[in-house]
Structures are given as C-alpha cells and as structure tokens.
C-alpha cells in the first residue's frame, strides 16, 4: 500500500502549481497583448486626431489669406486661433508661394522646420524630431486664384509633440492601473476556482494517506465522473491486493499445518522398521505435493483491475501440443474453438495453470475426444472443457483438496483444487456437470465482465 501511495502522490509542482504558473503566464500575455492593442488603438486616434485639428487650423488660415496686387501674402493682425499670435505657444504656421513667405507670431526664435512646398491637391502628415524636439506637421498645397492667374500657395502647421506625449503617459498609467487590478482580481478568483475544481483530488490524496495509515479500508464518497473511473479501479486494486495478501498467509498457515502431519509420521516411525524407507518415500512425495499446491495457491496472480488484456488461444494451442504428447497412446482427439480474437485479463501463468489443469484432467478420462470452447454472453465469459469420459458422480467432491474419486488414475487430486483457487481469484465461478453432445464430464468456467 505504501508503494501505491508513493506512486500516486503528486510531484513536484503539485498540479496546483502548474496550473497556478499557467493562468498566471496566460493571465500575464494577455494582459501585454491588451495593453498593446489598446495603446496602439488609442495612440492612433490621437495622432487622428491631432491631424485633424492641424488640418483644421490650415483651413481657418487659408480663410483669412489674402494675396495683394504683388503676390504678397497678407494676414489680419488677430488670427482666430490665438495660439499662433504667442510666441512659444507649441502651435506654429507657415504659408509659402513662390514670392512670398508668411510665418506665425508663435513661430519667432523657434527651431521649426516647416515644409517647404507641396503640388497643389497634396496633403502630408508626419511627426517630426528635429534639434531634439518632437513635431506633429501638417502640409497641404493650393492653388491660390488672382488678377494676374493662380499662384501655387503651401500651408504648413506644426504643433509641438510633447502635450501628446504626456496625454499617452497618462493614458499608459490609467491602463496599466485598470489592467493590473483586473489581473489581480482574474488571479485570485482563478486561485478560488483551482482550489474548488481540485478539492476532489485532495479529497483522494486524503482518503489515500488514510488507508496508508490504516484509518479507513477503501476510498468513499462519491467523486467527479471524470475521476470516478479512478476510484474504482483504485478500489479494486487495493481489494486485489489485499485479496493477495490473504492468499500468501493463508498459503503459508495451512502449508504449517498440513506439514505437521506428514513430519509427524516420519518422526514416530522407527528407523529400524523395515517399513521405514517406504514410509519416508511416502511422506516425502506428501510433503511435496502439499508445498507444490500451497506455493501455486500464493502465486496465483488473481483479478488486476489495471492489467492489460491477453490473448487466450496460444495458451491454450501450446497447451494441447503438449498434451498431445502425454497421452500420446490414447490417440485423443483435441477440438480447440478458442478464437484468436478472444481476449480475457487472465495472466498468462494463471491461464496455463488453470486449463492445463482442467485439459489435463478431462484428457485422463475421456475416451476418444477432449473439447474447449467459449460462451460469449452479456458481461461475462464462459469456458467450457468436455470430454466423453464417464462423467463426475460427485460434482460437489470432485473440487475438493485431496479428493480422487477414482483411485486407478494416476493424479494427487490438488489439481482441480487448485482450478477453484485460481477461478475464485478472479472473481470467477466453476459449475461440473454433463457435456452436451459428448456425454462426459463439463467443466465451466465463468469471468464476469471480460471483454473480446
């Protein structure tokens, strides 16, 4: 059991915490990844929007532009966007034509590089870093009508760079505020809902430690489907085992007991009976025959819930090769209907034990033939082993440790004994009653829920 407990027991990290690293590595890409898009999303509306107001601020110029009979550009003392009227203000303006050149009250002492001249109809937008200053400028070219014909005329605005600049930290630092709080809030409600989906296996590993210390037999209570299957075969691999042990200390009680006779016997014969040899001989195969059932009895493997099916026809195929060659001088005929396909969680060494007990026995008393085949039904498995010997008088006898009910056939009479054992380890059960057809001796053997 300590073993099993050891094999289960969660390593490290537990299975808490490599879901707990997982949310929180997926909680952290997608948090970088939201902050990413949302700082990309708001970082383009607000260069769109700074575009539009410099674009705006071009249109308000051109409607107070005049051109005077020499291609002068002339504009109001006042203009109606105030900032271009102070120096420094951060919003600048030029206007350009081939004759003239126009720059805003706002733009004197500055370093503002301006654009020098578009094509009519063009329009450029473009942050600029110029003599370690950001700009945000706006262009766009005119043809301006007059007297004397068009005059091709370039708008430029500029803005300097750093109200925006500010405006996206402190968006950076409001989202970044939100998204952590939200992430914290994510963190901990998927800290409760691991604790919650995860209490079944804690509940197991609970239950586990309890049977390793001897407090409770099996594992109770009902569990999620998903691990429920789990259960069950853990149940049923801690009866197995347990079943297992008992088969060793029993083996071993009644090998102790069955012994003291046979010694006994020896002991109180006088060596110098002429008898004595013959009743040591006698005693000896005894005492060999008892170790020889007791031992297979402790080795029967018996149901493993967990154990991989095995195919049953080569067993049963090298098994009537061999006795084909025993009982050689009866020239029997050996009908195997045994299917490759069949499939049964016997182990191998139980199914040879177990047929070849049954196969050697209908072989010793049949007359002409010796038959296996299965029976399918729902949920469960049946061998049948026939023969057309005499058949069993005593059905109830013939299973018994021991028992011979025909003296002139060769046999210590353990090994049906020992069929019983093996069937009653898997959960099996054995009937003995008349072959159909043949007219001796039927032997079933019943599995529940074997699949093929």
């Not at 110029?61 to 120096?87: F, V, W």
């Not at 942050?127 to 945000?136: L, S």
């Not at 008393?365 to 498995?381: D, M, N, Q």
Request: a neutral charge; glycine letters at 6%; hydrophobic letters at 40%.
């Amino acid at each position: 059991m300590h073993k099993l407990w050891q094999h289960l027991r969660l390593s490290a990290p537990s299975i808490r915490w490599r879901m707990m690293l997982a949310s929180l590595l997926l909680l952290l890409a997608f948090t970088l990844l939201t902050a990413a898009a949302l700082e990309k999303a708001f970082r383009s509306h607000a260069e769109a929007t700074r575009q539009e107001r410099l674009q705006a601020v071009a249109y308000l110029l051109m409607a107070a532009t005049e051109l005077d009979s020499n291609g002068k550009i002339q504009l109001p003392d006042q203009l109606t966007e105030s900032s271009l009227m102070l120096p420094g203000s951060g919003l600048y303006a030029q206007i350009i034509s081939a004759r003239s050149l126009w720059q805003s009250p706002s733009s004197l002492g500055q370093p503002v590089t301006f654009v020098s001249s578009l094509p009519s109809g063009k329009r450029y937008f473009s942050a600029i870093d110029e003599n370690g200053q950001r700009y945000f400028s706006f262009a766009m070219g005119v043809t301006w009508p007059t007297d004397k014909g068009p005059v091709p005329l370039t708008f430029s605005v500029s803005e300097d760079a750093k109200p925006f600049d500010l405006q996206i930290q402190q968006y950076q630092h409001t989202l970044w505020r939100w998204l952590a709080g939200c992430a914290a809030l994510l963190l901990l409600l998927q800290v409760l809902l691991l604790r919650w989906g995860l209490q079944p296996l804690q509940r197991l590993a609970t239950s586990l430690q309890a049977i390793e210390n001897g407090d409770k037999d099996t594992l109770e209570g009902s569990y999620p489907q998903e691990i429920q299957p789990l259960t069950d075969n853990l149940n049923a691999l801690i009866h197995s085992e347990r079943a297992r042990q008992q088969r060793y200390q029993h083996a071993l009680d009644d090998l102790a007991h069955s012994l003291k006779t046979p010694i006994a016997v020896i002991r109180s014969t006088d060596t110098a009976d002429p008898h004595f040899p013959a009743t040591v001989q006698e005693q000896t195969s005894r005492i060999e025959t008892l170790i020889g059932y007791q031992l297979q009895r402790a080795a029967t493997r018996g149901a493993m819930p967990l154990s991989r099916q095995t195919q049953l026809a080569p067993t049963i195929t090298r098994l009537i090769s061999t006795l084909e060659k025993v009982h050689r001088d009866k020239n029997l005929t050996f009908e195997n209907q045994i299917p490759a396909t069949l499939k049964t969680r016997i182990s191998d060494g139980d199914a040879m034990e177990l047929f070849g007990n049954l196969l050697d026995n209908a072989a010793k008393w049949a007359a002409h033939t010796v038959r296996i085949r299965p029976l399918l039904t729902t949920g469960s498995l049946s061998i049948l082993v026939e023969d057309d010997g005499p058949g069993v008088a005593d059905p109830a006898a013939v299973l018994q440790r021991g028992v011979r009910l025909d003296e002139s056939v060769p046999g210590h009479g353990i090994g049906l004994s020992i069929v019983s054992d093996i069937v009653a380890s898997y959960n099996g059960t054995i009937t003995v009653g008349q072959a159909p057809g043949l007219g001796g001796a039927c032997f079933e053997i019943r599995f529940p829920q074997v699949s093929h």
